[in-house]
């Protein structure tokens, strides 16, 4: 049971008379309404008259919007089930096209890391080649909010590596929020990756500790051995400050996309 009420504020409004909650209020009066009539032959007909000189007729779609509502919500399912379907099928670049039609970010997320984990490194690079325009500016939006927690940020990261690599400058300026998005990632990236040179100079700490417990423990003395000590030493120091090559070029490459993408924006 519901009923409809109208008042000076100019707006006719659908409250439950179960619950006595307001489900929707209709504002199409710019000045009091006075008059709320509901046609004789047709309970689905009301019509409102105001001090703004308008009569307004309403007709009571609410059994055409439930029909529809039922019927997205059908479509909805069966979407998420083929979803599903190439998940385990490891289909992921229909399962990465449900993901954008679904408007579910955590599954694409899912999607990424699935084909993180993956032998073939270059799987990752033929996924977002399939992109749209709009697919490529939603995957921004959405790799944009990942990249702020440590847990999704390698795989972030590892996406954000495939778009720059896969799309020229001039397509990632078109996207409508890329100056957004780069302002964002930026201040997040580097301290992501300050957070891992900590870990990676935290880890040599502990290998060094490690060696010098098992040698005061376990090795024979002598001279052999203190050198050994001392170049394993200075062999730590050095890799506290040197990383390898490739990963060197490959950073280096995407903060030279990274910046052309700032000067154009």
Avoid at 219 to 246: F, K, P
Wanted: hydrophobic share 40%; charged share 30%; proline share 2%.
């Amino acid at each position: 049971m519901q009923l409809l009420s109208t008042g000076s504020d100019g707006l006719m409004k659908l409250w439950t008379i179960k619950t006595s909650v307001c489900v929707n209020t209709f504002d199409h009066h710019t000045d009091k309404v006075w008059a709320l009539a509901v046609a004789p032959s047709d309970d689905t007909m009301v019509v409102t008259g105001g001090a703004d000189s308008v009569i307004n007729m309403w007709d009571d779609k609410t059994a055409e919007m439930e029909e529809t509502s039922r019927q997205e919500s059908e479509e909805k399912l069966l979407l998420e089930q083929d979803l599903a379907n190439a998940l385990r099928a490891k289909d992921y670049r229909r399962a990465a096209m449900l993901a954008f039609q679904l408007k579910q970010p955590f599954r694409l997320l899912r999607v990424v890391q699935d084909v993180l984990q993956l032998e073939d490194k270059t799987a990752l690079a033929q996924l977002v080649t399939s992109f749209t325009p709009d697919q490529l500016n939603t995957c921004l939006l959405y790799l944009r909010d990942w990249n702020t927690t440590a847990r999704n940020a390698p795989a972030a990261q590892a996406l954000l590596l495939a778009l720059l690599q896969s799309f020229r400058v001039e397509e990632l300026c078109k996207c409508s929020d890329i100056k957004a998005v780069v302002e964002a990632l930026v201040p997040y990236t580097e301290r992501h990756f300050e957070r891992l040179e900590e870990a990676l100079q935290r880890t040599y700490a502990l290998d060094f500790t490690l060696h010098a417990m098992r040698d005061a423990l376990g090795a024979d003395d002598g001279a052999d051995d203190d050198a050994e000590m001392l170049a394993w030493g200075i062999d730590t120091a050095g890799a506290l400050a040197v990383r390898s090559e490739g990963e060197e070029e490959e950073e280096e490459e995407e903060r030279v996309k990274v910046q052309e993408v700032e000067e154009r924006v």
